[in-house]
């Protein structure tokens, strides 16, 4: 069932203690056959991004509707990894780098056990750093498996327009780290992931900002072919080289299909756009469908032309914008008070003159997170909609007793 209609979602939660998360198990499988076809109209893997989801038997949902070319997990810590790994999930790349001893013992002992976990390295600390640890620690004659976080931003002249992580940003930097890596045994190149936060990232189309709507356009037309020219040419040095990768990864749900199209890259990475958040709506390439919505409880009317819910203000992380704070969904026409905005433990919304009066205590209301994944983090588990029926639940990390950063 399309998530769009008030009186049946009301229907349907009627009597359930809100706030309550739902997930369209349509909406969302319809998500990833689209997100599916494009990486394989290109003969592309799709690995899945963990943390833009964070419910494992969503995870699971995903890969299986995908079928064979959705293969492995883009996690964002060892500890989750561990856990996606103990729900049997393999394929772990761990796509943020770490170096404390505690997440070292914990993939080694998933090694150990015959995961495949990958570790993101961008610099010869890393790779000293690991290649020591492993060398002391790792299972015998099993190389750890590294992949190198290639920067994809672009640098027109002195700016920088993209994401501040990786310091790898010429050809050089890479060759650099590329012999140091291959001075020590205990570490093997898996692969090499290269995200373009600058188009992935950035909706071009956004309602909250939209006189930048055009400047996010050109970057995003400009940077496409800088981003393809520095995977190409990495690729061209590990050929040259001799060394072979496992996986060579790209992009995120904003950018599947440019990423799709370079020769280059052998997967692409999506998250977001299976449950699709509001934050991705806003892309001029946008074709998913909401699949997640929670409900709060309306609780008080202060005045005609106001309704106030409980509890509400699940912000999304990045820059504090007004974009990261939820969207009222259903019924439609609600706004965030200007003032007050999503609180803590209050909500108050501007009702539209159609509604004044309709809306009583006890109506659930719902809205859409800005992201797909942080929003698990407030709900111990998901209520799963299939052919318009409620027929289950899904628990989040958070439901499963963890809290992973
Ligand atoms: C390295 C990396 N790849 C891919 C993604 C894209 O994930 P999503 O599809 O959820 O936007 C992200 C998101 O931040 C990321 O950090």
Redesign the pocket.
């Known amino acids: 069932m399309p998530l769009d209609d008030y009186e049946a979602l009301a229907q349907l939660i009627r009597d359930r203690p809100l706030p309550l998360m739902l997930v369209d198990l349509e909406s969302l499988d319809s998500n990833v056959r689209r997100l599916g076809a494009v990486a394989k109209a290109h003969g592309k893997n799709l690995r899945v991004?963990s943390?833009?989801i964070r419910v494992p038997d969503l995870i699971r949902r995903v890969l299986e509707v995908g079928g064979e070319h959705f293969r492995g997990l883009?996690c964002?810590s060892v500890p989750e990894a561990r856990l996606l790994a103990e729900h049997k999930f393999d394929d772990l790349l761990v796509?943020?780098p770490t170096v404390q001893r505690s997440d070292l013992d914990c993939a080694a002992a998933m090694v150990g056990a015959g995961t495949t976990v990958t570790l993101m390295i961008d610099c010869p600390t890393h790779v000293a750093m690991l290649a020591d640890y492993w060398r002391d620690n790792g299972p015998a004659e099993q190389p750890l498996r590294v992949c190198i976080?290639q920067d994809m931003s672009w640098r027109p002249g002195k700016l920088h327009i993209g994401?501040q992580?990786s310091p790898v940003r010429t050809i050089d930097d890479f060759t650099e780290l590329l012999d140091a890596l291959l001075e020590r045994p205990e570490l093997r190149l898996s692969g090499v992931?290269g995200?373009e936060?600058q188009i992935?990232?950035v909706g071009d189309e956004n309602p909250f900002a939209p006189l930048l709507n055009p400047a996010k356009k050109l970057i995003k037309q400009q940077s496409v072919k800088d981003v393809a020219r520095k995977r190409r040419q990495v690729s061209e040095l590990l050929v040259r080289r001799g060394v072979r990768l496992d996986f060579f990864?790209?992009?995120?749900?904003?950018?599947?299909r440019t990423t799709a199209e370079e020769d280059w890259v052998t997967e692409v990475?999506?998250?977001?756009?299976?449950l699709q958040s509001h934050l991705?709506d806003y892309y001029a390439s946008n074709e998913n469908q909401p699949a997640m919505c929670f409900a709060l409880q309306l609780t008080r009317i202060p005045q005609a032309d106001r309704v106030t819910c409980q509890s509400g203000g699940f912000i999304a992380s990045g820059s504090a914008d007004a974009d990261k704070a939820p969207v009222p969904f259903l019924p439609a026409g609600l706004r965030p008070d200007k003032v007050e905005g999503f609180g803590e433990v209050q909500t108050p919304l501007q009702v539209p003159s159609d509604l004044r009066g309709k809306l009583q205590p006890g109506a659930p209301i719902f809205f859409r997170p800005a992201?797909?994944?942080e929003i698990a983090e407030r709900f111990n588990e998901y209520l799963l909609i299939e052919n318009g029926e409620i027929r289950g639940s899904a628990r989040t990390y958070r439901g499963l007793g963890h809290c992973f950063y």
């Open positions: 991004a943390k833009s883009m964002f796509a943020y976080d994401a992580r992931m995200y936060a992935a990232g990864n790209g992009g995120g749900t904003g950018s599947i990475t999506a998250g977001s756009g299976f991705f992201k797909a994944g």
